[in-house]
């Protein structure tokens, strides 16, 4: 009989609906002339035109099947243009979190990463991977960060084995963000330990994130003078 492996979950413990379930909610439809007549999008597709993606709600497969189409289809559109991501996740399935941030570093356009809300968890990762010089965060934003968990059941040899993946995923993502913040990998792995959470000024100097934006002409780059 096959086992069910589990999904190793990096997330705060309120995550619960998932991304197609607020899709599939009421969407804003816009109307935009063209040579050729009307032609009505959906608000996300009229967006995508913009090259804004949505990473919004938990991260789990499905949100990943989508998010990394639109960045795909993005760089096919034109390889040397931004992509502009929004995120408001309270973080979720750690595979699917990284299918994610590798196609983020995969493609050829820089990818702009926007807090809105929170970026907890596998979303901080998002966050944080942004292009450098590219990160920022709204000023009520809420980031956080910690190591991944997850369930396991079944036999000894079974938890044991799923007991190490979940460590070495620990390692992996503490040299993630090692890299991206410029941090010491001992700090990274004492911050991760529990939950760390920051506003946008302790995420900035933490190094998740490089500015704070208050509006879309006023950059807060550093607090220092």
Request: aromatic share 6%; glycine share 8%.
């Amino acid at each position: 009989m096959l086992s069910r492996t589990p999904k190793m979950l990096l997330q705060t413990p309120g995550a619960r609906r998932g991304f197609h379930s607020i899709m599939s909610s009421l969407v804003p439809m816009v109307l935009e002339q063209s040579p050729r007549g009307e032609r009505v999008f959906d608000i996300y597709s009229r967006l995508l035109k913009e090259r804004i993606v949505f990473v919004h709600g938990p991260v789990n497969d499905d949100m990943a099947s989508l998010v990394t189409a639109q960045l795909l289809f993005l760089e096919s559109e034109n390889p040397d243009k931004d992509v502009y991501m929004y995120i408001n996740s309270p973080g979720g399935i750690v595979s699917s979190g990284l299918a994610i941030y590798d196609t983020m570093q995969y493609i050829q356009p820089k990818v702009n990463t926007l807090c809105m809300g929170q970026a907890a968890s596998m979303g901080s990762l998002l966050l944080a991977g942004g292009a450098p010089g590219c990160r920022s965060a709204l000023p009520n934003a809420r980031i956080m960060i910690h190591q991944p968990s997850g369930g396991a059941q079944g036999m000894a040899s079974d938890i044991a084995i799923q007991a190490e993946e979940i460590i070495k995923l620990r390692t992996r993502l503490n040299g993630l963000y090692a890299s991206h913040t410029g941090k010491p990998l001992k700090v990274i792995e004492q911050a991760m330990d529990r939950d760390l959470f920051m506003d946008p000024r302790e995420a900035q100097e933490f190094g998740i994130v490089d500015s704070i934006i208050a509006n879309r002409k006023a950059p807060q780059s550093s607090g220092k003078q």
